[in-house]
């Protein structure tokens, strides 16, 4: 009837359709079957740092991983193949700034309709949601270790201290000159080496709540690098630049200490012909998903910078992973930086870690910033 709506709104016209398009967040772009870009989304320009015009006419190739491209031809032809087909599929792209981000999405095959004639590949952006998801991996096995490591280490250490006891015994009865003296040096230097192993290991286990203290990060960072400095030798240079007003943050001093002791036994290693260590200290207010797996607040952060050879991304996804190491067999345990992460989480902070071959290492620490007067972390 005249005047008379049924309620159903009219389906959207052309103009429509392109503005959902034009202002959608989604990435969206129409390939070709040989992967040529024939149109891309404003926020796919957005997403690359390349304009849509650049964009055009470039191979998709051209923005994907190596390691991933095989899989999206393959996934390309598959759909391309077959009419309305719909093929999922997860890949890093490269951005213009040469940083890789993790893709997830589809492509569907609208070849057959004149407006498109070709594959539309829909995806987004999840590299934040892949790192959360891989510090839970982590902290989940971080758990389990800790556990493992709680329940054998002070039976091990009881254990390691009578057979050290019992050496240095053996070796003050054997006059000098024997030849068993030398071995039961061995002896003892193998089992301390043992005995500071299962250290490591007790550094998994939650640590004791008297020994965190309202710390000044500020001295903490002066007192290493005055002890590091002769420990890394003359070719590796400690620089600091520590803030005037920076909060306190409630930690076990010994264990902070660890954990910059290792990141700089990691850099020495990684600087083999001398470099510079820089170490940056700073008050930091972090909102939400500023930092993944940071809750909202105040932060005291600590950057630790090397400029070392650097990791490949395969490494650096790993390189907090328990007994995960790129040394030789017997040069390292893999459990240094595992410990250090575990450290800094047991106090709610975390770590983070960006890194390119040939470009150096850069670490930053995030501890909350305590208020001593009520023990509360500042909130955001």
Known sequence: MPGVHSGAAPPPDGGQFRALIEYSSEIIAILDASGAIRYASPATGRFLGISPEELSGKSIAELVHPEDLNAV???????????????????????????WRA???????????EAVAGVVLIARDITNRKRVEGQ????????????????????????????????EIAADAVEAGNPLRADLGEILGATERA????????????????SQQYVDLNQLVENTIHTLAPILGHRIRMTSVLSDDLGKVKVDPAQV???????????????PFGGQIRIETGNVTCASHTVPGL?????????????????DERTRRRIFDPFF???????????????????????????????????????QI??????????LQSAA
């Not at 996934?75 to 951005?95: C, D, M, S």
């Not at 005995?195 to 640590?207: D, I, M, N, R, T």
């Open 73 to 99: 031809m393959e996934t390309l032809r598959k759909a391309h193949r077959i009419r309305g087909a719909v093929e999922p599929l997860q890949w890093r792209a490269r951005r213009q700034d040469g940083s």
């Open 103 to 113: 893709l997830r999405g589809v492509m569907r095959n609208l070849v057959h309709l």
């Open 136 to 167: 839970l991996r982590h902290a989940q096995r971080a758990a389990v270790l800790g556990q493992l490591a709680g329940g054998v280490a002070h039976e091990l250490s009881n254990v390691l201290s009578i057979v050290l006891c019992y050496a």
């Open 195 to 210: 005995a500071g192993l299962v250290g490591q290991f007790l550094s998994l286990s939650s640590p004791p709540p008297d």
């Open 257 to 271: 200490d660890q954990v910059l002791l290792n990141l700089s036994l990691n850099a020495r290693d990684a600087m």
């Open 295 to 311: 809750e909202p607040g105040d932060y005291v952060r600590l950057t630790f910078n090397d400029s070392g050879q650097g990791m």
């Open 325 to 363: 190491t790129t040394k030789a067999r017997g040069k390292g345990t893999g459990l240094g930086l595992s410990i250090a992460y575990s450290i800094i989480e047991q106090v709610g902070g975390t770590i983070t870690v960006e890194s390119e071959l040939a470009k150096g290492t850069t670490f």
């Open 366 to 375: 995030y501890l909350p910033r305590i208020d001593e007067a009520s023990g």
